[in-house]
């Protein structure tokens, strides 16, 4: 049996292309390393499924902030289409102030005879 996209359970797909918000953790795996430190002895990790608009917590973390664009980029290599889209979404300061803002959003999107590591049986 193939591992692929048309047969995973988290596939958003129908015919031909379907988000994947699991397929950044095959594109950088390096993302899995990047944490936030919660309080003094928590840290949250990097996880799929990533949704875009998860982004807003990641972008005062320096690693995750390098590693993001490499992610985009690899994407086309990869086959794998990105759909750029920009909406309202509550965006956060360093300090943790949040307000609404128009914001860049990115979405990977497979086809459903793509193959990953992410892959989960239906």
């Not at 979404?89 to 300090?95: A, E, G, I, R, T």
Request: aromatic share 14%; glycine share 4%.
């Amino acid at each position: 049996m193939t591992n692929n996209c048309g047969r995973c359970k988290h596939w958003q797909g129908s015919k031909e292309c379907g988000d994947c918000y699991r397929v950044i953790g095959s594109l950088q795996p390096k993302l899995f390393l990047c944490y936030n430190q919660i309080d003094e002895d928590t840290r949250e990790y990097f996880k799929v499924p990533f949704d875009p608009h998860d982004v807003k917590y990641w972008i005062y973390n320096e690693r995750f902030m390098t590693l993001y664009p490499i992610t985009l980029a690899l994407s086309i290599k990869s086959g794998i289409r990105r759909v750029s889209v920009r909406e309202e979404d509550m965006k956060y300061d360093q300090h943790g102030a949040e307000r609404v803002a128009v914001v860049k959003l990115h979405y990977f999107q497979t086809n459903k005879d793509y193959v990953c590591n992410q892959w989960e049986e239906k």
